[in-house]
């Protein structure tokens, strides 16, 4: 196994570290009773307000991570917080967003996004008045009294967007939501949740294997190696924003993705080939 990885951010900058994620390692059953690591000592913190994104090869263990923090799976050593506090289970803190939008085909996009708000006790009025404001924020108000089969693929996870956002969490999963969509779908839902994210202001864990989104959106991307998944290199990207479709044109932009892709491309190799990463 590969040495531990950094320890602690030092105390000065705990205060406003919304996730922390402390050598964890999560190990699944395979076919014989053996438990393999699918995510080995994984560290990292995330500041409030931070726009992190999970990048690596296909199996290596980006949604297992995620899953943790979402509180679906449980570490097998190490520790997940969240606002300071271990995670043992789902919370309204922590909105999940999943690669297939999952809405309740049977509720309009207004009652799908006001359900949240409803479950937590609000009135009628008062979860209506939420869901329309987010409906307006993702720009479906034409579209509130739909069912989300009349609804494109992107309005449809725009609205499971909306409904994640739609008890006010603090952090905002998301798991390759975009990664079932066309490529020109895929970068305009890119710049709207862009968008959205300077007007709501939460911390957001994005999953995806895709370099550019992940440069385009993230304050920092988390590379990962092959499975069993560690984080080989944190990259901060530089960019100004707002960010757009243009900044991927930008001389730094590419200089990232490059420094992404070369690492990518090792732990690919890695993968197809079944060498341990080093
Ligand atoms: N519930 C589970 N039971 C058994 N093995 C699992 C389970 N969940 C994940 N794994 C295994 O853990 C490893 C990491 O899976 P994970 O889905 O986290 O990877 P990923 O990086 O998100 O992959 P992808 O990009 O293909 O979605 C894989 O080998 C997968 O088969």
Redesign the pocket.
Same mark, same amino acid.
Request: glycine share 32%; net charge negative; proline share 0%.
């Given at each position: 196994m590969a040495p531990a990885q950094p320890g602690p951010a030092p105390l000065a900058r705990r205060a406003e570290i919304e996730i922390e994620v402390r050598d964890v390692t999560i190990a699944?059953?395979r076919d014989g009773g053996q438990f393999v690591p699918?995510v080995d000592r994984v560290s990292f913190d995330v500041r409030r307000g931070e726009f992190i994104c999970l990048l +690596?090869p @296909? +199996?290596? +263990?980006? @949604?297992?991570i995620l899953n943790s923090v979402a509180g679906f799976e449980h570490p097998f050593a190490g520790e997940v917080r969240v606002a300071g506090r271990d995670v043992t289970g789902p919370g309204p803190d922590r909105g999940v967003v999943f690669q297939q939008p999952c809405l309740f085909p049977w509720k309009s996009v207004r009652a799908n996004v006001a359900h949240g708000p409803r479950m937590a006790g609000k009135s009628r009025a008062e979860a209506g008045a939420i869901a329309d404001t987010l409906i307006e924020m993702i720009g479906l108000t034409r579209f509130a009294s739909a069912l989300p089969h009349t609804l494109s693929g992107g309005m449809q996870q725009r609205v499971a967007i909306a409904r994640a956002m739609a008890n006010k969490p603090n952090i905002l999963l998301m798991d390759?939501p975009f990664g079932a969509l066309d490529a020109q779908t895929r970068s305009i839902m890119q710049e709207s949740l862009l968008q959205l994210w300077s007007q709501v202001g939460a911390t957001i864990l994005f999953?995806t294997?895709d370099i550019d989104e992940a440069v385009l959106l993230a304050d920092r991307v988390l590379v990962m190696s092959a499975?069993p +998944?560690r984080i080989i290199r944190d990259v901060t990207v530089d960019l100004p924003r707002p960010r757009s479709l243009d900044t991927t044109l930008n001389a730094r932009f590419q200089e990232l993705r490059k420094e992404c892709l070369d690492l990518i491309r090792q732990q690919s190799i890695k993968a197809f080939e079944g060498t341990p990463h080093v």
């Open positions: 699944f059953e699918a +690596g @296909s +199996g290596c +263990g980006k @949604s297992t390759e999953v294997h499975g +998944g």
